[in-house]
């Protein structure tokens, strides 16, 4: 049973320590262990999602009211590298952790994106040298008839609300290519997204494939 917090943080942990035992093979690194170990920092991070601790900052500062918890508080610099270089493993033990749930089974989804700028517009043309080793670039959202320097966060979540998968693309990039990289990932849904996430050739191959029926 949980209870409270304390119970939710070890819940948590044991999860994703276990998904990381099956993971080791992503989680070689040279040099010493950290002293905050991998499934410790990953679990910092996924219950700070949970609790709503957005900003790395305000999650930091939150934990350290709880070394109880979880002894060892990295640095942000520290936090923010490792949680980067981690979220390969993340969005893994994400999937796991969602197949897990049964809020999370529904079969009838939704797949759509919002623009995700990284600076305004008029300062992009000065900027552009630093975020395109990130992958920013321009692109245009047409129903709000914008112009925008960034990124698309393209978004697959069941009727009820919960995020079954997403990709960050260059806002340039098409939907059809980003949405086919989420959906070739999953198998026997129901999608339904714009035309732009739709060619016939894809929705047939996805049937075929993963029983995915996608449509407008």
């Known amino acids: 049973m949980i209870n409270d917090f304390d119970d939710f943080c070890l ?10 035992q099956q993971l080791t093979v992503y ?11 991998d499934s410790e920092l990953i679990a910092m991070a996924l219950i700070g999602e949970s609790k709503g601790w957005n900003m790395e900052t305000n999650l930091l500062s939150n934990w350290k009211s709880h070394q109880d918890l979880f002894p060892h508080i990295p640095s942000q610099s520290r936090f923010n590298r490792r949680r980067r270089n981690l ?22 989804c939704i797949i759509d994106s919002l623009p995700i700028p990284v600076v305004n517009f008029h300062l992009a043309p ?10 920013s670039a321009f692109g245009k959202v047409s129903s709000k008839k914008m112009t925008f320097f960034g990124y698309k966060l ?46 016939a050739e894809n929705k047939n191959e996805l049937w075929c494939k993963n029983r995915l029926r996608l449509q407008r």
């Open 11 to 20: 819940y948590v942990y044991v999860i994703v320590d276990e998904i990381c």
């Open 87 to 108: 979220m390969f493993v993340i969005n893994r033990i994400r999937r796991i952790l969602l197949s897990q749930i049964d809020l999370a089974q529904d079969t009838q």
């Open 126 to 135: 000065s900027a552009t040298r630093d975020w395109l080793a990130y992958g």
């Open 27 to 37: 989680l070689k690194r040279p040099g010493p262990k950290p002293v905050c170990s």
């Open 154 to 199: 393209h978004l697959l979540v069941t009727m009820g609300g919960i995020i079954i998968d997403f990709a960050l693309a260059p806002a340039n990039e098409s939907d059809l290519k980003a949405g086919l990289d989420i959906l070739f990932e999953h198998t026997h849904i129901d999608v339904i997204g714009d035309k732009a996430y739709i060619s």
